[in-house]
Nanobody
């Protein structure tokens, strides 16, 4: 059974940082492209970042470039999202996803597996 479990969310003041983790099990992690998405209240889910299975290819939504950094540790079956200079508009549920295809496709929202998400709330 495949599981993606996110952690690291919480309440942070504007300008602060958080590092989200997504621990995967039940799949050959190093074969999957991993992505992060977020969904703010009343809005559709949007792509944030993705990383190829070799971690050589990185994809970012334009609005988060320079603010968020995706990385992975295949030995730990975990993908991370480092979030800096957080703003209230970054408030959302952040979810990770796994796909056997590349980042150009996972960024459209197509993925094989999804996590349940972790809440990030940024106060002004």
């Amino acid at each position: 059974q495949v599981q993606l479990v996110e952690s690291g969310g919480g309440l942070v003041q504007a300008g602060g940082s958080l590092r989200l983790s997504c621990a995967a099990s039940g799949l050959h992690f190093s074969s999957y492209t991993m992505g992060w998405f977020r969904q703010a209240p009343g809005k559709e889910r949007e792509f944030v970042a993705a990383i190829s299975w070799t971690d050589t290819d990185l994809y970012y939504e334009d609005s988060v470039k320079g603010q968020l950094t995706i990385s992975r540790d295949n030995a730990k079956n975990t993908v991370y999202l480092q979030m800096n200079s957080l703003k209230p508009e970054d408030t959302a549920v952040y979810s990770c996803a796994a796909a056997l295809w590349g980042g150009s496709r996972i960024r459209t929202g197509e993925a094989h597996y999804w996590g349940q998400g972790t809440q990030v709330t940024v106060s002004a």
